[in-house]
């Protein structure tokens, strides 16, 4: 296999030659990257006869259920102890696996960080990171080819759907040729592209469009409509009874505005907590400014959680928006 992480993927595949027990988990607030990939790693594993389980703090949400194996992602884990191994999936950051978690894997003896995040630091035993690659699923994808597995119809359709949710339906500027191919390859092996799409994108719940309509009445625009800003309140979940995971996807409506080169989600959390969803187009980092407040991600999609009431931090954080747009303006 032409890779230049050729290494860390052997070094991955020696080391679940030699276990048996494997735990598989990705970050709080999963999107179809992190499902896709936790289900893509485990059904790799059961292939190669392997004890794999799948977790997620967080319930995964509406448009992922179909996914082939989504009913054996649990939320907690009972005995750390029956397990070898831990792999950590499309986490850029060890706690980003929710507290519960964190502390059941660090009892695990090896911790295999799989992750395509720019981080603020390495972690695990293992840590093989590639920030050029689309999506965790790509990672995987080149993963398979170094194990003495084939492709089969399951793991291409939860492999394609992570490509698929990370690069925004091959919109994104992370799409490219290599994307593509790998994309065609899944196809052969059995995903199909129009059912996964029906699912993923035409299976909203009543309670979500709800929602939505409530984050769009409220979007601001700043900047000569560079800038655009909306909320998400405990409030407004309470009164559309959804759910967090009916939220999934939100801030691409935000980008979505021709004008805007940065967008930025603002959802209220518990304990006192804001999670800002920021996307971007062009030369805009929202990782660099992500980073600054100890989040993460990538240049055109990041995030990070600060305390704070949402409508001090929306205000706080709108106008250094701002300011990084002016200095990205003196710039050019």
């Given at each position: 296999?032409?890779?230049?992480?050729?290494?860390?993927?052997?070094?991955?595949?020696?080391?679940?030659?030699?276990?048996?027990?494997?735990?598989?988990?990705?970050?709080?607030?999963?999107?179809?990257?992190?499902?896709?990939?936790?289900?893509?790693?485990?059904?790799?594993?059961?292939?190669?006869?392997?004890?794999?389980?799948?977790?997620?703090?967080?319930?995964?949400?509406?448009?992922?259920?179909?996914?082939?194996?989504?009913?054996?992602?649990?939320?907690?884990?009972?005995?750390?102890?029956?397990?070898?191994?831990a792999i950590l999936v499309d986490c850029g950051d060890f706690l980003r696996v929710g507290t519960g978690l964190a502390e059941s894997?660090?009892?695990?003896?090896?911790?295999?960080?799989?992750?395509?995040?720019?981080?603020?630091?390495?972690?695990?035993?293992?840590?093989?990171?590639?920030?050029?690659?689309?999506?965790?699923?790509?990672?995987?994808?080149?993963?398979?080819?170094?194990?003495?597995?084939?492709?089969?119809?399951?793991?291409?359709?939860?492999?394609y759907t992570g490509l698929l949710a990370d690069s925004g339906s091959f919109r994104f500027s992370n799409t490219n040729q290599r994307?593509?191919?790998?994309?065609?390859?899944?196809?052969?092996?059995?995903?199909?592209?129009?059912?996964?799409?029906?699912?993923?994108?035409?299976?909203?719940?009543?309670?979500?469009?709800?929602?939505?309509?409530?984050?769009?009445?409220?979007?601001?625009?700043?900047?000569?409509?560079?800038?655009?800003?909306?909320?998400?309140?405990?409030?407004?979940?309470?009164?559309?009874?959804?759910?967090?995971?009916?939220?999934?996807?939100?801030?691409?409506?935000?980008?979505?505005?021709?004008?805007?080169?940065?967008?930025?989600?603002?959802?209220?959390?518990?304990?006192?907590?804001?999670?800002?969803?920021?996307?971007?187009?062009?030369?805009?980092?929202?990782?660099?400014?992500?980073?600054?407040?100890?989040?993460?991600?990538?240049?055109?999609?990041?995030?990070?959680?600060?305390?704070?009431?949402?409508?001090?931090?929306?205000?706080?954080?709108?106008?250094?928006?701002?300011?990084?747009?002016?200095?990205?303006?003196?710039?050019?």
């Amino acid at each position: 296999m032409n890779n230049p992480q050729h290494d860390v993927i052997q070094e991955i595949g020696a080391s679940i030659q030699l276990s048996q027990r494997f735990l598989v988990a990705t970050h709080v607030r999963p999107d179809g990257d992190a499902i896709g990939s936790v289900l893509s790693m485990t059904h790799l594993l059961h292939r190669l006869g392997k004890k794999a389980d799948p977790y997620c703090q967080d319930p995964v949400p509406t448009a992922y259920r179909f996914l082939p194996g989504v009913g054996l992602i649990g939320a907690r884990v009972l005995e750390p102890a029956h397990y070898d191994v831990a792999i950590l999936v499309d986490c850029g950051d060890f706690l980003r696996v929710g507290t519960g978690l964190a502390e059941s894997i660090g009892r695990v003896p090896v911790l295999i960080s799989i992750d395509h995040h720019i981080a603020h630091a390495s972690f695990g035993n293992i840590y093989w990171s590639n920030t050029s690659a689309s999506s965790a699923c790509e990672m995987l994808y080149d993963l398979c080819l170094s194990l003495p597995i084939a492709i089969d119809a399951d793991l291409a359709t939860t492999l394609y759907t992570g490509l698929l949710a990370d690069s925004g339906s091959f919109r994104f500027s992370n799409t490219n040729q290599r994307v593509l191919e790998m994309a065609a390859n899944l196809v052969a092996a059995g995903a199909d592209p129009a059912f996964i799409a029906e699912q993923v994108y035409d299976s909203a719940s009543v309670e979500s469009l709800r929602l939505l309509a409530m984050v769009l009445a409220n979007i601001s625009f700043h900047a000569g409509d560079r800038l655009a800003t909306a909320e998400l309140s405990l409030k407004m979940f309470a009164e559309t009874a959804a759910s967090p995971a009916d939220a999934e996807g939100f801030i691409n409506f935000l980008r979505s505005v021709k004008t805007v080169e940065m967008a930025m989600l603002f959802r209220e959390g518990t304990e006192g907590k804001i999670n800002v969803s920021m996307r971007s187009k062009g030369k805009v980092d929202v990782a660099s400014f992500a980073q600054r407040q100890g989040g993460g991600g990538h240049r055109h999609a990041a995030a990070f959680e600060i305390s704070g009431t949402l409508p001090a931090i929306r205000s706080r954080f709108t106008q250094e928006a701002l300011t990084y747009l002016e200095r990205m303006i003196w710039k050019t």
